[in-house]
């Protein structure tokens, strides 16, 4: 698809780009005209019979005939694998039960109130501009939105519109997944230990001796982004921005790439006899040019923040107060001072970073103790 080229459309004032042609000539409105059977509340359609407009309308599709067409030109089946991209994006299917062009997307719970809008208001003005028909899952029903329409472009904008108001209100919800450089060898995993035993029986103050503070061995690692994945199809989009970011690095830098973790320190915007998050440092310029990279990539997607100050801040958490659990963890902190004074030019160690993890956050894999990683690619 040519970026440059696109037809467009407005959406309350804001221009959009359409991801595939657009038949301009609209039809009647067919709000209320398909079959998407107990779906529907009555606060938003009251007496409407489906049944007898369906057969209306899926006799209006069968009868229309298809138009003869030019030989295909070679610029035209060039573009071929680019329009099978953009109608897999969308994945719409005719159903010939309902007569409609049908297809999914995904609005977390959270976000489904924005979509339907004050008394419906919202959802009935898509329907109405796109002559779709929308399908919202009943309170509890973790299913997804279905769309319908009588024309196959109706029901992509249909979704293109919806799809923006997951966009923009993602942004109010809590992020689900985090991408991470696994720092679990066991060289680091051992040193871990160790430096955890020291903590628990050391001359410290007595705050950093909880064993909950420590982050387990298996779970150490380097946070690049987090994420907002809320469904299968925003982990595939996830999984392979990843690779192409990785291709794209491996492109332009030397590889492999080794990473020194040496040092202790804090957030900079806490005292240091109250504490939340004790980190060891990472010592490698060409480590964060790689989390810089990723970071601009998954911005640009949609599917996280730009980090504070633009670059990604490289740590590796070794003590978390959120760990111990406590009703008001913002309450937590621990006095550091004596720690930090000891042991803050701990080393270690040095390891290859071979691999990018996308995990989910608070899944645990029973297995190795680790995070629940749902996409890895080998760096």
């Known amino acids: 698809m ?14 959009y780009r359409r991801n595939a042609p657009m038949d301009m000539n609209r039809g009647s409105n067919l709000r209320g005209e398909f079959d998407l ?35 295909i030109t070679k610029e035209e089946q060039e573009r071929q694998p680019e329009k099978e991209e953009e109608e897999n994006y969308y994945n719409i299917i005719f159903n010939a039960k309902k007569r409609a062009y049908m297809t999914d997307i995904f609005v977390p719970e959270g976000l489904l109130g924005k979509l339907i809008g004050t008394k419906g208001l919202t959802k009935r003005q898509i329907e109405e501009e796109t002559n779709s028909k929308i399908d919202i899952p009943r309170r509890g029903d973790t299913g997804p939105v279905i769309i ?9 904008r249909c979704y293109d519109r919806i799809e923006m108001i997951v966009l923009e209100g993602r942004r109010r919800l809590p992020f689900t997944h985090f991408v991470m450089i696994p720092c679990n060898s066991e060289e680091i995993m051992t040193k871990h230990g160790e430096f955890v035993e020291k903590m628990l029986f050391g001359d410290i103050h007595e705050s950093c001796k909880e064993p ?21 199809k925003d982990a595939k989009k996830a999984g392979k921005i990843l690779k192409a970011a990785i291709e794209d690095f491996k492109k332009k ?14 957030m900079g915007d806490e005292d240091v006899d109250a504490v939340k998050v004790v980190y060891a440092k990472v010592q490698s310029d060409l480590v964060q040019k790689l989390a810089n990279h990723l970071s601009n990539a998954f911005v640009k997607a949609g599917l996280t923040e730009k980090p504070r100050g633009g670059t990604v801040k490289l740590h590796m958490t070794i003590i978390n107060t959120r760990y111990l659990g406590s009703e008001k963890p913002e ?44 996409y890895s690619e080998k760096f």
């Open 212 to 232: 909950a503070l420590y982050m387990p061995p298996a779970k150490l690692h380097l946070t690049i982004v987090p994420l907002w994945i809320f469904s299968e």
């Open 331 to 374: 309450k937590n902190f621990i006095d550091a001072t004596d720690l930090l004074k000891k042991f803050g030019n701990i080393e270690y160690g040095t390891i290859n970073v071979d691999k990018i993890q996308i995990c989910s956050m608070g899944e645990v894999d029973t297995n190795t103790g680790g995070y629940h990683i749902v």
């Open 148 to 156: 319908a329409s009588k024309k196959e472009e109706d029901a992509q």
């Open 2 to 15: 040519n970026v440059l080229n696109s037809l467009t459309y407005e959406v309350n004032g804001r221009i």
């Open 37 to 71: 059977a107990g779906a529907f509340d009555i606060e938003y359609d009251e007496d409407v019979d489906y049944e007898g407009n369906v057969d209306q309308i899926g006799d209006e599709i069968l009868d229309e005939k298809p138009k003869p067409s030019d030989p």
């Open 253 to 266: 830098e030397t590889i492999p790439i080794k990473m020194t973790i040496k040092g202790l320190s804090h």
